[in-house]
Structures are given as C-alpha cells and as structure tokens.
C-alpha cells in the first residue's frame, strides 16, 4: 500500500522558517522525482519544488527561488522541503508527491502569521 506521510507544518511568524518531511513508502521512492506543491486557502494547487532521483536537479516555483531548497535522502525514502525567510502568502497546506506514479500524500498544514 502507498503512503506518502508529510509532517513538520505548523505556526510560524513572518520570516520563520520550517522544515517539511516526507516519507514514502509502498513504491520505488528510488525511481521517481518528486515535488512539493502548496494549496493556499481558496487557491488552486501550485507547484513550489521539485527534485530529481540523483538530487542533481532541483527546480523551484517563482515565489520561493532563494528562500527554499530542497533534499531527498532516498536511504530513508524522505524528501524535505527547508522554508527560510517565510511569508503570509507561503500559509497553506503542502503536499508531497511522488511524481513519476502520480501520488499524493495527505498533506501537511503551513500558517506565516503574526
């Protein structure tokens, strides 16, 4: 059975940071890229990052180039996501997905708020 289990969400002030976790398990973690994506209240899903199997190749959505990065230890089957520099507009629930099968884990809640 999949499951893809998020977890690190919570409050944080405006200019916090937080550290999301991912992990996989029920599938070849070892051969998929796999992406973070954020459903803000009232808002469509939006893509934040992405990385690669090899870890070589990390791509990032407009809003949180320089403030983000992404890492993958494929040992544990976990993908992270580091939140620096946080904003009002980063609140939101997060999801990880696993991108090479197309699933989703359940997501994990993210509030920038003073």
């Known amino acids: 059975q999949v499951h893809l289990v998020e977890s690190g969400g919570g409050l944080v002030q405006p200019g916090g940071s937080l550290r999301l976790s991912c992990v996989a398990s029920g599938f070849n973690f070892n051969i998929s890229g796999m992406n973070w994506y954020q459903q803000a209240p009232g808002k469509e899903r939006k893509f934040v990052a992405s990385i690669t199997v090899d870890t070589f190749g990390k791509y990032f959505g407009e809003d949180v180039k320089g403030r983000f990065t992404i890492s993958r230890d494929n040992a544990k089957n976990a993908v992270y996501l580091q939140m620096n520099m946080l904003k009002p507009e980063d609140t939101g629930v997060y999801f990880c997905?696993?991108?090479?099968?197309?699933?989703w884990g359940q997501g994990t809640q993210v509030i920038v708020s003073s």
């Open positions: 997905n696993a991108g090479r099968f197309d699933y």
